[in-house]
């Protein structure tokens, strides 16, 4: 049995103390920390036996833990993963691994030191089951080789006054990383066009139209609009040389009345990738119970996806391309 401290319990927190504590084989939550305690004890609460920390840095260094999730406020990732790497115990960290490359960087230099793999990044999309069809008929070579990748990337709504950086940093960043671990290979330019802001954006600037360059030439576009207003909708289609492979919104039932055929679609993430949030949390219990390994995107992968989104921000934030340079 591995035991798992939670840190964060907001709404991605709690979701992942719930599966941990019912759902995921051969896992059990044994403590949880939030700055808020009232929301930790709350969710502590719902599995027996669970200890609610006053500490993050007790919650890691604890003899009842032997893993470490970390849900909490992007600006805390990298004190948290250091801190968990320092005490040699495996660590899932939700994205971003940190909010900067130099973060990020010093994270994988803090691995790399260890001398062995610790650090999993939260990008679940790996683990959809559509997204995982998707990648074996690329693999596959049914397609030929890929020449565009489309993506779409769309909330019904977001927070007033949403920095225009975040539509980026905050969603658009799922597609970088699938976008890379579908085509395997890297990014070496990014371009953002603005589009008329929505009259439901404000200040934000809202849609944007992000366009990825790899090394061998693939484009990749990624449309991001987070005040669409209708729902919370994830699709794409990647068109080779010879044939085509699109993922759009599974549904499970269609209505069909007066002349009208319709789907209910989902108001945030949840629902939707509900399932590759279980997928991911199980492979990465099951890396740690049966070679001591973590499973999942890397350390390495967490610094990719940082750079380039990063990238992406100063192509917004100036109007011009921008070179994507790794470490």
């Not at 992007?74 to 968990?84: Q, Y």
């Not at 960290?93 to 030191?113: S, Y």
């Not at 061998?216 to 991001?224: A, N, P, R």
């Not at 549904?251 to 997928?279: C, K, M």
Request: charged fraction near 20%; hydrophobic fraction near 45%; aromatic fraction near 6%.
């Amino acid at each position: 049995m591995i035991r798992i401290g939670v840190i964060g319990t907001g709404v991605m927190g709690a979701d992942h103390a719930r599966l941990l504590g019912s759902v995921v084989a051969g896992a059990a939550l044994t403590a949880v920390y939030d700055l808020d305690a009232h929301r930790a004890a709350a969710v502590a609460g719902t599995v027996p036996g669970t200890r609610v920390f006053a500490d993050a840095i007790a919650l890691i260094r604890a003899d009842t833990v032997d893993a470490v999730l970390v849900a909490s406020s992007d600006s805390t990732h990298e004190e948290f993963v250091l801190a968990s790497i320092a005490a040699g115990k495996p660590v899932l960290c939700e994205k971003p691994l940190a909010p900067t490359p130099e973060g990020c960087q010093r994270i994988v230099d803090a691995e790399r030191a260890a001398g062995r793999r610790l650090v999993s990044v939260g990008f679940m999309r790996r683990y959809d089951p559509g997204y995982a069809t998707l990648k074996s008929t690329v693999d596959s070579g049914a397609l030929g080789a890929p020449l565009l990748l489309h993506c779409v990337h769309r909330n019904p709504s977001a927070p007033a006054g949403l920095p225009s950086a975040m539509p980026i940093l905050g969603s658009a960043v799922h597609e970088i990383d699938i976008a890379r671990w579908l085509l395997g290979e890297e990014f070496v330019a990014a371009t953002v066009h603005t589009p008329r802001r929505s009259r439901s954006a404000g200040r934000t600037q809202d849609p944007q139209l992000l366009v990825l360059e790899t090394a061998s030439g693939v484009l990749v576009d990624i449309e991001v609009f987070v005040n669409a207003r209708y729902g919370y909708e994830v699709r794409c289609e990647l068109v080779g040389e010879d044939a085509t492979v699109s993922l759009d919104t599974p549904a499970a039932t269609q209505l069909r009345r007066d002349s009208f055929v319709g789907r209910v679609l989902p108001q945030d993430w949840l629902p939707r990738f509900g399932e590759a949030y279980r997928r991911e949390l199980q492979d990465w219990v099951d890396g740690l119970r049966t070679d001591g390994v973590p499973r999942g995107a890397t350390a390495w992968d967490g610094y990719v996806a940082t750079v380039v989104a990063q990238a992406c921000v100063a192509a917004l934030e100036s109007g011009t391309r921008q070179p994507v340079k790794l470490d």
